[in-house]
């Protein structure tokens, strides 16, 4: 417990500048006085001393304004900044090295028993405000904007910011595909897709199915053109009246039109 108790007050040196020294630690920061309380709360829930854990993390909300159920299981080197307004629901649970900031909830969505309230993986930091909603996992490293709130798993090493929120990766090694999308989205013209690119959000998703479906129809366009032309020689001229072929497409024709010969004039031979 006293070794846990140091790790927790090492953390608060690691992660707030402002901290000096530690006896102003624990006496002056509410997240420390919650912490050491639900260490011990949990201790009693989990010795079915129920009523008795419920009361100790009554005080300790009274105390601090910080409400951690004592069902919750949270892990080592914990820190709550600031800390008034944050909620931990019971099912909720904390890994190692896990900064919240004061507003944060960890609730449910739902009245069911089970569990419902989020898991934290390692490392994870939640900004001030951010409400996590549900039974899900928000991974390894990952960060919640202040104000965010997230009602679906957040992948590990991403930053999830805005209501609902969104989700950005940074850093993403880029493949093949997405670099053929984003040369294909430039050529077009379509600069929001590029601006974006690192964004994992349904719109953009949606909008990198479209991307290939055009480039695919396009495609199959061209070919019925090449194929058009060759069984009509006035084709070319007529669609140049209604709607002009692009020098890309110009090029194709004549190609097709060239093997056409070709082949016409070895089969005559
Ligand atoms: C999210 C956060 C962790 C920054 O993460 P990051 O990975 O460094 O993200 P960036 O600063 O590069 O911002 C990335 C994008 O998210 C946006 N963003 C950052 N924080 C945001 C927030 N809280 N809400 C909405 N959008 C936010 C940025 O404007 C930027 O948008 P853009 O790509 O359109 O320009 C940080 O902004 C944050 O909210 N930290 C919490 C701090 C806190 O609560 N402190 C309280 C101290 S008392």
């Given at each position: 417990?006293?070794?846990?108790?140091?790790?927790?007050?090492?953390?608060?040196?690691?992660r707030d500048p402002a901290a000096r020294n530690t006896l102003e630690v624990l006496t002056t920061y509410p997240g420390?006085?919650?912490?050491?309380?639900?260490?011990?709360?949990?201790?009693?829930?989990?010795?079915?001393?129920k009523g008795s854990a419920r009361l100790l993390s009554s005080f300790s909300r009274f105390a601090t304004g910080i409400e951690i159920h004592p069902g919750a299981k949270i892990g080592r080197r914990f820190f709550i900044d600031h800390g008034m307004g944050v909620v931990i629901g019971?099912?909720?649970?904390?890994?190692?090295?896990?900064?919240?900031?004061?507003?944060?909830?960890?609730?449910?969505t739902t009245w069911n028993k089970g569990k419902r309230h989020p898991t934290l993986e390692d490392g994870v930091v939640?900004?001030?405000?951010?409400?996590?909603?549900?039974?899900?996992?928000?991974?390894?490293?990952?960060?919640?904007?202040?104000?965010?709130?997230?009602?679906?798993?957040?992948?590990?090493?991403?930053?999830?910011?805005?209501?609902?929120?969104?989700?950005?990766?940074?850093?993403?090694?880029?493949?093949?595909?997405?670099?053929?999308?984003?040369?294909?989205?430039?050529?077009?013209g379509f600069q929001p897709?590029?601006?974006?690119?690192?964004?994992?959000?349904?719109?953009?998703?949606?909008?990198r199915v479209l991307l290939d479906r055009i480039q695919l129809n396009e495609k199959r366009m061209?070919?019925?053109?090449?194929?058009?032309?060759?069984?009509?020689?006035?084709?070319?001229?007529?669609?140049?009246?209604?709607?002009?072929?692009s020098d890309e497409e110009l090029k194709i024709i004549e190609e097709a039109k060239r093997e056409c010969e070709a082949q016409s004039s070895q089969s005559k031979a």
């Open positions: 417990m006293l070794k846990q108790l140091k790790e927790d007050i090492q953390a608060v040196f690691a420390i006085h919650a912490l050491i309380m639900h260490r011990v709360a949990h201790e009693l829930w989990t010795k079915d001393c019971e099912t909720a649970e904390i890994g190692d090295d896990v900064t919240l900031y004061h507003g944060v909830t960890l609730g449910g939640v900004g001030a405000g951010a409400k996590i909603l549900g039974p899900f996992t928000v991974g390894k490293n990952a960060k919640v904007g202040s104000n965010a709130v997230v009602t679906k798993e957040v992948p590990p090493e991403t930053t999830a910011v805005g209501n609902p929120a969104r989700f950005i990766t940074k850093n993403k090694p880029k493949d093949d595909e997405e670099n053929r999308r984003r040369d294909y989205a430039e050529s077009i897709y590029a601006a974006t690119q690192d964004q994992s959000d349904p719109i953009l998703d949606g909008m061209n070919t019925l053109c090449q194929r058009l032309s060759l069984l009509d020689p006035t084709f070319k001229k007529q669609q140049l009246n209604e709607q002009p072929f």
